[in-house]
């Protein structure tokens, strides 16, 4: 008895968190197909929102913005992250832990501080705001999470695969390429995409150095909302979901997050 | 298949000695075994063979080449470490072809040498197997496989047996003898366990401290320990201090030893000892004799341990026979210690 009303107490928690997460994001998706603007049922299935999101340029721009600046990010953030970090675990050198440990502060201080900091410095130095100095301000951002993700696989595995490597011949560019990078490839995918998530999320350090008339998606959201909702942002909401979701279904498959199966 | 040479080798990590002025030659074709406590230095003496720690002072020759400036990848090494250190993303082909394929070999001739190895050490047909899907004792193989595809001068094992468990690491030490002999490679092995380096060495050194205790094949260093320390390392031993007098020791109590030698000290091998009742005539050639009282009776079947306490002092000495009169003597007992003269050796403390 008692264990069976624990399972049922369990299954219940259970279903109760996944209602909560999915819930909104079910009825989002949901009305972005409704033809009424005003979320008025009964339910009628159009695709006028996406026609639309097609036709609005602001919206549009800043989403390829936002993709140009994440995938960006990715690339710069995730091979300065894992060189670093191969840096930090690989060699011994003065400062080491000094260094190691300052990566962490970027990912506790506020988001709003960050920005606010970079804004200043972006203005002092002449790097001005733009594109280009989201760009920048994202991969700063970024490279703390790649290094922590790619050093914790580099500690776990520790130096004895390079050093059998070695033992075999290989000499250390070999080494690295068809052992190191293989070993931590599945680190280096789940480094890259929190490098793209924490790019194409990030909404308070884009808004702060983007110039007038340019912005990101997020920062375009936010903006439209304001000026009053519309269910184009419900159509580009439904678009991103499920393209992330299935990039995450995907990469989950290929690396088995999920553990040894 | 090489000689190797150490000479003079010291090694420090601040103010630790991690050798100090180590010499050792290892014949070619030779199973040496590197005997020590944790800490004494005989892994890192492993890893200044293998290239990874270099030598404060002292040269490392193979074949009468200095190598101390060669770096790993050219000295022409086979290793198996530890946690045997498989590559994770190539199967077991991959991982036994991987020192093939940095040397550009041959794709036909690859597949030849590794189908050889995997007959080698009795793992046909697992080639297409990831390492993680292998036991622990496969994994072993396939480590030993990839070092040794490549013909190495050098073979060199670090605790090869550590991670299996007791009945697979017996059996794994006659296959890793079987292979070391077929494939004929100078084999230097480092270990702490002292059956294992028994069982599977040409010849053993014992390492305390950075330095060489004691080198030479087993039987000799542990029937002839030359310190208390080898005594006691490898295997048990019973140790007497006393007055050196010719051909003899007198104990604190007035006991006499015959014992050849110097040493005021000497160690007995519990296996060597005989134990009898008070009144029992000992054989003759047996001539060291100690009275005693047996403190604690260890029955095991096939044998029987005692430890037995003698002399004014109560020292405590233990013994170890086979059983062979099928009868147990309890604690509390009255014996006679006997053992001979021969097997008294002396040792320096």
Redo the contacts between chains.
């Keep these: 008895m008692a264990t069976s009303l624990a399972h049922w107490l369990t299954r219940t928690y259970l279903a109760v968190i996944l209602l909560f997460l999915y819930l909104p994001i079910a009825v989002m998706i949901l009305m972005a197909f409704n033809a009424s603007p005003l979320y008025e049922f009964p339910f009628e299935f159009d695709l006028i929102w996406f026609k639309a999101l097609l036709k609005n340029e602001k919206l549009m721009t800043a989403g390829f913005n936002s993709i140009g600046i994440a995938l960006a990010n990715t690339v710069v953030a995730t091979v300065l992250g894992t060189l670093g970090s191969l840096g930090l675990n690989r060699y011994e050198f003065r400062g080491r832990q000094l260094l190691e440990i300052l990566l962490l502060p970027p990912i506790t201080i506020p988001w709003l501080i960050i920005g606010t900091s970079m804004l200043i410095f972006f203005f002092w130095t002449g790097i001005g705001r733009g594109l280009h100095s989201i760009l920048l301000g994202h991969v700063a951002l970024s490279i703390p999470y790649v290094m922590i993700v790619v050093g914790s696989r580099l500690k776990t595995?520790g130096a004895?695969?390079e050093?059998?490597?070695?033992?075999?011949?290989?000499?250390?560019w070999?080494?690295f390429w068809?052992?190191t990078l293989?070993?931590l490839?599945p680190s280096i995918v789940a480094a890259a995409l929190f490098a793209f998530a924490v790019s194409f999320d990030q909404f308070v350090i884009s808004y702060f150095l983007a110039p007038p008339g340019t912005s990101t998606l997020p920062v375009e959201i936010y903006t439209s909302i304001r000026k009053g909702f519309t269910p184009e942002i419900n159509a580009i909401s439904t678009v991103i979901i499920l393209v992330s979701m299935g990039l995450m279904l995907l990469v989950a498959r290929q690396y088995r997050f999920g553990g040894?199966r | 298949m090489s000689r190797v040479d150490v000479a003079e080798v010291s090694k420090r990590y601040g103010s630790v000695k991690a050798l100090d002025r180590v010499s050792l030659y290892f014949l070619d074709g030779e199973f040496f075994g590197l005997l020590g406590p944790s800490g004494s230095g005989k892994t890192t003496l492993l890893r200044a063979i293998?290239?990874?720690v270099e030598p404060d002072e002292g040269a490392i020759s193979f074949d009468g080449e200095r190598v101390e400036s060669v770096?790993?990848?050219?000295?022409?090494?086979?290793?198996v470490?530890q946690?045997y250190?498989?590559?994770?993303?190539?199967d077991v082909e991959g991982n036994i072809a991987?020192?093939l394929?940095?040397?550009g070999t041959s794709l036909a001739e690859r597949q030849v040498r590794v189908e050889e190895m995997l007959r080698l050490v009795r793992l046909t047909g697992l080639g297409a197997r990831k390492p993680?899907e292998l036991s622990g004792g496969q994994q072993q193989r396939v480590a030993l496989a990839?070092?040794l595809v490549?013909r190495p001068k050098v073979l060199?094992l670090d605790e090869p047996l550590g991670a299996l468990d007791r009945r697979l690491r017996q059996e794994m030490q006659v296959e890793l003898k079987e292979i070391q002999r077929k494939s004929g490679v100078t084999t230097i092995f480092v270990t702490h366990d002292q059956e294992e380096a028994l069982t599977l060495s040409d010849r053993i050194a014992i390492i305390d401290q950075g330095r060489v205790v004691q080198v030479g094949a087993p039987v000799d260093v542990y029937e002839r320990p030359s310190t208390v320390f080898a005594a006691q390392f490898l295997g048990d031993a019973n140790i007497f201090r006393g007055q050196r007098s010719a051909d003899a020791l007198l104990l604190d109590d007035g006991a006499r030893l015959t014992a050849p030698g110097t040493s005021s000290t000497v160690i007995v091998r519990p296996e060597k000892m005989l134990v009898f009742k008070r009144g029992e005539i000992p054989p003759a050639d047996l001539s060291n004799l100690l009275p005693g009282r047996i403190l604690q009776s260890i029955y095991s079947g096939a044998s029987i341990a005692y430890r037995i306490a003698t002399g004014p002092r109560d020292q405590i000495i233990l013994t170890f026979a086979q059983n062979r009169q099928g009868e147990l003597l309890h604690p509390g007992s009255e014996v006679t210690v006997a053992w001979s003269p021969a097997h008294t050796v002396s040792v320096a403390t």
């Design positions: 595995h004895s695969l050093e059998a490597a070695a033992t075999l011949g290989a000499n250390p070999q080494a068809r052992v293989p070993a490839s040894e | 293998a290239g990874f770096p790993v990848h050219r000295r022409a090494i086979g290793m470490f946690n250190a498989l590559f994770p993303n190539l991987f020192g394929a940095v040397r993680r990839r070092a490549t060199l």
